[in-house]
């Protein structure tokens, strides 16, 4: 027996593992949702809009067929103690049945080297010829495409959304959770064609990295997808600079704060969860951030980096050209595969940029439905979707609901979700606390071995950061260290020498900012931030994805 405020043994949004698909794990998810979702969050932007695009996606490129997935929990994700879990077993079958992919192949994608994954157990629905010729038309489609216009028409229409924002202060609690949930169908289909641009974003970089092997330089192809351009997700950074290039004081700062925020605001720490702050609902996060940039110099600019940047991938593609023109069809692939990994990884970032738009569309209209009703933000995002109507109607009836439901979300924040769940979940009482696991402190000389992110050789002072939110501790030149990064990170990345990540994988958001900065930059680093002594001299080789610990401080 619980009191009414221990927390229970499964969270009241959990679900139950697939039988069919029961492995999971947190790889890539922490990159994601890395605190646990919110009710709200969970239940009016996740279950119906982002799952199910999630599940559409999985059906329209081929992966499985309609009947293959179940209609109210797609097996494409799960939530246990209200974290993310990404289904695994769901992404061993795209490797089951993709042309020329294995579900070894997807496994070292989301596992690396972990010690405790179970060996995949094929089974004979597994193999389906008609799903794999749907795959490979899917992946010719990936490396043929000239443009992705749907990508422009989606972002006038998350631009649209923003633009009809009307004055919430003046409406009701009805007409509130009309706004909140009326965006359910833009967020399935937005996230159906992110997803898109996600697996995508596999099949050009995959054949440039065959080509890179025989020509006996596998680190070739990290060159040659850096600094591609027109990559959404890196213009908050480049605005910030332009902003902290200017006197605090001045009216063209301030002026230039308020386009940033109209046009950027969206974006934020755990963005993906709408209990969180933006840059719009706490400008301070935007702000600090700006000012974290103030002491780098003009040369640090993300446009000059960029450029050069630009110039080592345009010289990079002169060499394969060069050494491929005895072999014109190889060249031919070459040129279609690198066309297709830059079109995919900008249009995955702007993919992400579209859907977070509209995300942030329901955050504002739950967080005015919050101020109207007497309510904290975080507990508002307590409310199911199921209960939304019954509280527009008499939102007292819910205070000590609420209340209690939020002290034991909180308490999730505390515990240590496992890597990978396999059939069972442990009650939450026995997950671990976070800090309960010893980690081994790196010693001098010790090489951390992660995921390649982006090319370059870089030496300075490790600057563990936990929060985007607080990044004052970051001195120009030094090596960020960092539990995972989304958007909010990014603009830290203008002034550090080179990026270190926890968690991450190819496509991760990390790895695309940083190629665009030409910061060298290693992801999958598992515990890097607990096992690096802020302030430690260490080296980061972002082709190998090593992290050398040069000296301790």
Known sequence: MTSDNALPDRWLTDWSPSRNFPLYTR??????????????????????????????????????????????????????????FINASMARLFGVRGPGLSPEMIDATYFGTHPNVPAYV???????????????????AVMTAESLP??????????????SRPDLSNLDETELVARMTSFTAILRRDFERHLDMTAGTSIGPGALGAIAAALGDPSLVLTLITAIGDVDSALPSRAMWELSRLPKDSSEYRQGLDSFLSEYGSRGPNEWDIRSDTWETKPALAISLIDTMRDALDDQSPVIRNEKNAELRRAAEKRVRTALTSQPDVLAQ???????????????ERAKTNIIKVVHEVRMAAFALAERT????????????????????????????????????????????????NGIVPPLSQWPRKGETVTTVVMVGDVLTGAPGAPGLYTGKARVILDAADPSALEPGEVLVAPFTDPAWTPLFVAAGAVVVDVGAVVSHAIIVSRELGLACVVSATDATKRIPDGAVITVDGANGTVTIVSMP
């Open 122 to 140: 094929a089974e004979p629905w597994h193999e389906s010829p008609s799903n794999t010729e749907k795959l490979g038309a899917w992946m010719t």
């Open 334 to 348: 070459f040129d279609m595969a690198l066309h297709s990994a830059h079109l995919y990884l900008a249009g995955r």
């Open 374 to 421: 007497g309510y904290t933000r975080s507990q508002i995002c307590m409310l199911l979707a199921d209960e939304l109507d019954a509280f527009a109607s008499q939102p007292d009836e819910f205070r000590a609901r609420l209340a209690q439901r939020e002290r034991q979300y909180l308490d999730l924040f505390d515990l240590e979700p496992p890597f990978i769940v």
């Open 27 to 84: 790889a890539n998810a922490g990159e994601v949702l890395p605190d646990p979702c919110s009710p709200l969050g969970w239940t009016v932007v996740w279950e119906p809009g982002v799952v199910m695009g999630w599940r559409d996606c999985q059906i329209s490129v081929g992966t499985c067929d309609e009947h293959e997935v179940d209609l109210v929990q797609p097996e494409v994700v799960g939530t246990f103690g209200g974290y993310l």
């Open 150 to 163: 749907h990508l422009l028409e989606d972002r006038e229409v998350s631009r649209a959304v923003r633009a």
